[in-house]
């Protein structure tokens, strides 16, 4: 299975954009079951959890994102989808899409670009 995330790019602060994140060759029983997370890496930063949504669709965020992130899943697409509002430029990093237990390689990431 090969994780692709898209869906990054340059925005202003206060813009918004939605990455995707397909598992390409995952079955659905597989995708359906795994807990998903979205996680980033700035300048200089180590990467971080910033999302997560489980097999029952349950989210969780870290509180630098609560009420502007929204990480969401499309089981029958095998996608899964982080919006995100309100950007600041302190959520300028590399954005990946992760399977919990790691059975799944990282994928390349998609950038995104905050400016003030």
């Known amino acids: 299975v090969r994780l692709v995330e898209s869906g990054g790019g340059v925005v202003q602060a206060g813009g918004s954009l939605r990455l995707s994140c397909k598992a390409s060759?995952?079955?659905?029983?597989?995708?359906?079951?795994?807990?998903l997370d979205w996680y980033r890496q700035g300048p200089g930063n180590q990467r971080e959890l910033v999302a997560s949504?489980?097999?029952?669709?349950?989210?969780g965020y870290v509180d630098s994102v609560k009420g502007r992130f929204t990480i969401s899943r499309d089981n029958a697409k095998r996608m899964v989808y982080l919006q995100m509002n309100s950007l600041k430029p302190e959520d300028t990093a590399v954005y990946y899409c992760?399977?919990?237990?790691?059975?799944?390689?990282w994928g390349p990431g998609t950038q995104v670009t905050v400016s003030s």
């Open positions: 060759g995952s079955i659905l029983s597989d995708f359906s079951g795994s807990d």
């Open positions: 992760y399977r919990r237990d790691g059975v799944w390689s």
């Open positions: 949504i489980n097999s029952d669709r349950i989210p």
